[in-house]
C-alpha cells in the first residue's frame, strides 16, 4: 500500500492550491480517504474525509474553504483549498482505511491504517 501527496507549495494568503493523493496497492474504490494536517509544534488535524461512496466531511475551520473529491478511475483523491490563510501553513498528509459502511470516527488518526509521506503547504501574509 502507497500513498503520495503532491501539489502543495508556498502561495499568498488568499491564493489556492489544489493536492493530490495518489494511491496503489490495493482497492482505491473500497477505501475511505482523510486528509490531516500538522503544523510545527501542534498535533494532527483533520481537515477533510470522503467515504468510497462520495459522501464528504470537513473540519469546521476549513468549511467552505476545501473541497474533497475522488477519482476512482485513476486512484486518487483531490483536497482543493481556496481562500488560503497563514494558519493553514502545515504539512498535509492523506490516510486510508476500509470503508464497510459502518460508522467511524473520521477525524481520529486511530481510524486510518495507511498514510503518505505528506505535502508542505506554506501560506504567506
Known amino acids: 500500500v502507497q500513498l503520495v501527496e503532491s501539489g502543495g507549495g508556498l502561495v499568498q494568503a488568499g491564493g489556492s492550491l489544489r493536492l493530490s493523493c495518489t494511491a496503489s496497492?490495493?482497492?482505491?474504490?473500497?477505501?475511505?480517504i482523510g486528509w490531516f494536517r500538522q503544523a510545527p509544534g501542534k498535533g494532527r488535524e483533520a481537515v477533510a474525509s470522503?467515504?468510497?461512496?462520495?459522501?464528504?466531511y470537513y473540519g469546521a475551520p476549513v468549511m467552505g474553504r476545501f473541497t474533497i473529491s475522488r477519482d476512482n478511475a485513476k486512484n486518487t483523491a483531490y483536497l482543493q483549498i481556496n481562500s488560503l490563510r497563514p494558519e493553514d501553513t502545515a504539512l498535509y498528509y492523506c490516510?486510508?482505511?476500509?470503508?464497510?459502511?459502518?460508522?467511524?470516527?473520521?477525524?481520529?488518526?486511530?481510524?486510518?491504517?495507511?498514510w503518505g509521506q505528506g505535502t508542505q503547504v506554506t501560506v504567506s501574509s
Open positions: 470522503i467515504g468510497y461512496h462520495g459522501v464528504a
Open positions: 490516510a486510508t482505511t476500509k470503508d464497510d459502511g459502518s460508522s467511524w470516527d473520521w477525524m481520529s488518526t486511530y481510524e486510518y491504517d495507511y
Open positions: 496497492g490495493f482497492s482505491f474504490g473500497d477505501y475511505a
